[in-house]
């Protein structure tokens, strides 16, 4: 371990690069949960019900997802910042439409953001992994998370 990582008291503290890092992957995160709450109570059409309930699966995959990234960052002496503001002017992920959205539509709508919220943290994982390989292991168990419920989510408009 780097004598630069390490302070009295404390073991292994982030550089400023690793928790801009978490900081990304967190607010896309974040945005993802509230997205995803968004669509599922403004869902119509068929299979309304099951879609209902796979949105609430995504939903607190991204919340339990943003929080274990916000409880890495304490741990490594960063501080995470949820505040909507931060969420709204930094997250990655395009605005989600108002009103009632059709189930095709919610599919593709929310296809679109787990792949963007995956490719964040794809994009700093090399970094984080120069820095961390544990905070890297985090960060690849999300990646596996985002992209199961993508492929999952994505097969409803899917033809065989």
Not at 19 to 30: C, F, P, R, S
Not at 40 to 55: E, Y
Not at 77 to 106: C, I, M, Y
């Amino acid at each position: 371990m780097d004598q630069s990582t390490v302070t009295k008291g404390r073991a292994f503290v982030a550089s400023q690069r690793l928790a801009e890092h978490l900081q990304t992957v967190l607010v896309d995160l974040i945005e993802l949960h509230m997205q995803g709450k968004q669509a599922h109570w403004n869902l119509v059409g068929p299979n309304f019900r099951d879609l209902h309930l796979q949105l609430d699966e995504i939903v607190d995959f991204a919340r339990e997802a943003s929080d274990t990234v916000a409880e890495r960052m304490r741990a490594l002496h960063a501080t995470p910042d949820g505040r909507t503001a931060t969420v709204s002017a930094a997250t990655s992920l395009p605005a989600f439409p108002p009103g009632e959205q059709s189930t095709k539509n919610v599919v593709d709508l929310m296809t679109q953001r787990l792949v963007a919220a995956s490719a964040t943290a794809r994009k700093v994982l090399d970094d984080v992994e120069a820095e961390d390989a544990s905070t890297a292991n985090l960060l690849q168990e999300i990646i596996t998370g985002l992209e199961k419920h993508a492929w999952m989510l994505s097969a409803e408009n899917m033809a065989g």
